[in-house]
């Protein structure tokens, strides 16, 4: 823990281990041999320097095309059910954030608007492998035809980074056949969070480029490396090694196998708690868990309970289960949800016990006089 992970001069073991880490992923998202990456803070770090990479790449090429980089904001293209570190991207480097709504018929990334969004000043779109709200998986291959299409038509190259936060270490195990990596010609770069699906302790995330070109050289820093020299590329300083070499440990000793039945117990555990939802009729499941354990659901409008799902959160606090209600993000905000995100740690007796408190707090609910969030109530989201 004492480790400095910035220091690579110190500890070029501790560099090598890095090294490895990012070739095992790099591995696992299908890149080719001239790829480049590097641990972060979180997924967070890894977003803002894939950013800043589709930002400086965009205005070298803008500019070789004659285009006046100053005349509007350049902006990238995302679902608007993107995570808070893309809103703090925009604002801290200057980008304008298109949002493609979410609807009804679209709780991912809606592919029929999303090149509506898209002009010369476009640096990028951002693929999620795992909305923050649902757990849904954007098209990424779909995502993928669209913009060969767009640059067989135009001048301006579209490219895709994957925000595979919750998703880049889940999918490749669970669904290898599922096309959203660097299989794809046009994503330039993926970003995982080790301490998600990666089951590290927090925080550590992690970043590929496909290749040396997609990430300008002026976000790149030579250190000194065993006599030699070794790029680095973060944003953050000083900070400690432990998390790199838990990331290490684990991708020894689970391997492929050992992700993979991780992983599908967790899965079994969502697709559980989702029918179990089901068989209460009293819920409309939005995401069962199938691609990422991620279960969310909402009151059916034909349940006519006098409660809602912020008394239901509430209930079950009361018991120890922190479930979060909140709305949906811009143009779906009318409509509340609650989410589960099943961990590893939560097993099929654990989740058995959660089912049988559900069915308590509904029925106590259900008898009560008094509920709290009676009429309007102040909604509230979440940031991580």
Not at 119 to 132: K, Q
Request: hydrophobic letters at 40%; proline letters at 3%.
């Amino acid at each position: 823990m004492k480790k400095n992970a910035i220091d690579k001069s110190e500890y070029p073991q501790t560099a090598e281990i890095e090294n490895r880490c990012v070739n095992i992923l790099a591995d696992l998202w299908h890149a080719k041999e001239n790829y480049i990456g590097t641990s972060t803070v979180g997924s967070s770090e890894a977003c803002m320097l894939s950013g800043m990479a589709l930002k400086f790449r965009w205005r070298h090429l803008a500019e070789a095309r004659g285009i006046n980089v100053n005349k509007q904001k350049p902006n990238l293209v995302i679902s608007s059910g993107y995570q808070v570190c893309w809103e703090k991207f925009a604002v801290y480097f200057d980008v304008e954030l298109r949002e493609v709504p979410v609807d009804p018929r679209h709780l991912s990334l809606n592919l029929e608007k999303v090149l509506d969004f898209v002009d010369e000043y476009t640096i990028g779109i951002v693929g999620i492998l795992g909305i923050t709200y649902t757990g849904k998986f954007d098209d990424i291959k779909a995502l993928d035809r669209l913009a060969a299409d767009y640059n067989a038509q135009h001048e301006h190259q579209l490219v895709i980074h994957v925000d595979a936060a919750s998703g880049g270490m889940f999918a490749p195990f669970t669904n290898p056949e599922l096309e959203w990596d660097f299989r794809l010609e046009n994503v330039v770069s993926i970003n995982t969070s080790g301490h998600k699906y990666g089951l590290v302790y927090p925080g550590v995330g992690w970043v590929v480029f496909r290749d040396t070109k997609f990430l300008p050289q002026e976000l790149v820093f030579k250190v000194s490396y065993l006599g030699g020299e070794m790029p680095t590329m973060a944003i953050n300083f000083s900070r400690s090694a432990s998390q790199i070499i838990g990331q290490y440990y684990n991708f020894i000793r689970f391997g492929k196998a050992g992700y993979r039945e991780i992983h599908e117990r967790t899965r079994s555990v969502a697709l559980f708690l989702a029918e179990e939802l089901r068989k209460t009729g009293l819920f409309e499941v939005l995401n069962d868990g199938e691609n990422l354990p991620i279960v969310c659901y909402k009151l059916k409008e034909t349940s006519h309970v006098k409660w809602t799902l912020y008394d239901l959160s509430d209930r079950l606090l009361m018991r120890g289960w922190q479930v979060p209600a909140y709305p949906l993000p811009h143009d779906m905000e009318e409509v509340v949800i609650q989410r589960y995100v099943c961990r590893a740690d939560l097993g099929h007796n654990m989740s058995s016990e959660f089912v049988a408190d559900l069915h308590e707090a509904i029925k106590e609910l259900d008898q009560a006089h008094i509920l709290f969030h009676d009429g309007d109530v102040k909604t509230y989201g979440f940031t991580h």
